[in-house]
């Protein structure tokens, strides 16, 4: 299973778009590349999920270059209620299909 | 998406006792799994419940401290054997359709130990 390496926490302002940016070079061919978000007291909320180049929903943007040795999930115009834990996936589609989870993204939205 | 519902939301427990918590989903699904996520933490995978056999533990996770039900398509329960103060967690479950779809996770229990 794929280990995924992102950043621990980042700051943003209202307003601003948020890139945030996971590796994961032991990716196998059939992985798919999934994003959670989760709030205190709740659990993972799916957010987007993608296998290559560019997906987009109504509440992010998920890139993943051809190499897909990394993703980058961007939210647009963050707001207060985004600070929340981000967590990138590589999910088999085969096997076990067991989630292993990284240390996720402390993402604080100031005003 | 599934609608998952954990019971319950939060107890508090007494050294060497047990707690069972109940994972109910709104549809069949073919795959479900208990995760434990320490105060602070990400989540770990305890076991995926299968229906109709045995449970598939993680390393560092057994049979006797953490038994698994699975008696259905839409239910399965996590029993946390002889709670010590480590056990305080919180004790998650999710399920999954198929492959090609994403894990939907429940709003957890969350166990503190006296």
């Known amino acids: 299973l794929a280990k995924t390496t992102q950043p621990i926490s980042m700051d943003s302002y209202e307003g601003q778009e948020v890139n945030i940016t996971c590796s994961h070079n032991?990716?196998?061919?059939?992985?798919?590349i999934t994003w959670y978000q989760q709030f205190p007291s709740q659990g993972p909320r799916f957010i987007i999920q993608?296998?290559?180049t560019k997906v987009t929903n109504e509440v992010a943007s998920l890139f993943i270059p051809a190499d897909r040795k990394s993703s980058t999930l961007s939210l647009p115009r963050v707001s207060l209620s985004d600070t929340a834990v981000y967590y990138c996936?590589?999910?088999?589609?085969?096997?076990?299909?067991?989630?292993?989870f990284g240390t996720g993204t402390r993402l604080k939205v100031l005003a | 998406s599934a609608v998952i519902s954990q019971k319950p939301s939060r107890d508090i427990c007494q050294r060497g006792t047990s707690l069972t918590i109940q994972c109910q989903v709104d549809?069949?699904?073919?795959?479900m799994f208990w995760y434990r996520q320490q105060p602070g933490q990400s989540l770990t995978l305890i076991a995926t419940?299968?229906?109709?056999?045995?449970?598939?533990?993680e390393s560092g996770f057994v049979i006797d401290k953490f038994p698994i039900s699975r008696p259905n398509l839409t239910f399965s329960t996590l029993t946390v054997s002889n709670l010590s103060p480590e056990d305080s967690s919180i004790y998650l479950c999710?399920?999954?359709?198929?492959?090609?779809?994403?894990?939907?996770f429940g709003d957890g229990t969350r166990l503190s130990i006296l």
């Open positions: 999710s399920v999954r359709t198929d492959s090609n779809q994403p894990q939907h």
């Open positions: 032991n990716i196998a061919t059939n992985d798919y």
């Open positions: 993608g296998y290559k």
């Open positions: 996936l590589v999910v088999p589609t085969s096997g076990t299909y067991k989630y292993i």
């Open positions: 549809s069949q699904v073919t795959m």
């Open positions: 419940a299968n229906q109709g056999s045995e449970a598939t533990y």
